[in-house]
């Protein structure tokens, strides 16, 4: 296509662009001190401004235990005094304390749970469904800040059998369970509560102490679940909460 020069619209005029302005000169001192910068206090991150810096807490907890203190949480005191004490010159770390809270399962909490018993138990465990029978009934998860640190789960408030009660590693020997186990117990009252347990595992001594007896002795039960290699014993009991 061709164009006329007569149907081209050329201005008379040019209008000169404005001159740019020049870059403003940048206080050494300023520079020098956002380099000397090596880490920004939790209050003042950005990640304080997503969580919050106090503890959000849920208003719907079934339990909130501020005193125990766990291996894990000993563990991280103890990496935060060393820091302290090899690193005083630096700006310490601040400490924020949470309780460990007893709430029911929401789907948050899904995937922590699901690799809780996959290295507690075995490899596939879903627990999804548990969402649609009385959650609010049938499950206990140990939260302590957004981490999951225990669960415990009822089948359905009818059958009332416990599938899964599981703690996190490093979280033992703080009565994680036992307190799971209660409130499991007392949201279900005047009814029995069954379950399975392999003959060697320590949780025995648990259900003992809540009045578990075995009324059945199963050769094999976890064949198909356990790994070959496990030190857990196949076979099971079964044990029931006469109410």
Known sequence: ????????????????????RASPTINPQVLDALYAIRTTPYEYSFLSRIQGFQPARTPTAIAV????????????SDVRDHYSLMHSE?????????PIEYVSLRPEHLPQVHDLLRRTFWEGISVSDALEYSPEKCTVV?????????????????????TYLSVRAGWENSQIATTMLYHLI????????????????PAMLLYNR????????????YEDYLDPQSRASKNAFRLRLRR
């Open 210 to 221: 809540f009045g578990f007896k075995a009324e059945e002795f199963i050769v094999g039960f």
């Open 90 to 98: 630096r700006e310490q770390p601040i400490e924020t304390v949470a």
């Open 65 to 76: 235990d501020w005193e125990t203190r766990s291996p894990w949480m000993e563990l991280m």
């Open 1 to 20: 296509m061709i164009l006329r020069k007569s149907a081209l619209h050329t201005p008379e005029t040019v209008t000169p662009l404005p001159p740019s």
């Open 142 to 162: 140990a939260t302590y800040k957004k981490l999951v640190v225990g669960a415990a789960l009822l089948s359905s408030p009818q059958e009332t059998y416990i």
């Open 186 to 201: 007392t949201l279900n009252p005047n009814r029995d509560i069954t379950l399975h347990v392999s003959i060697n595992n």
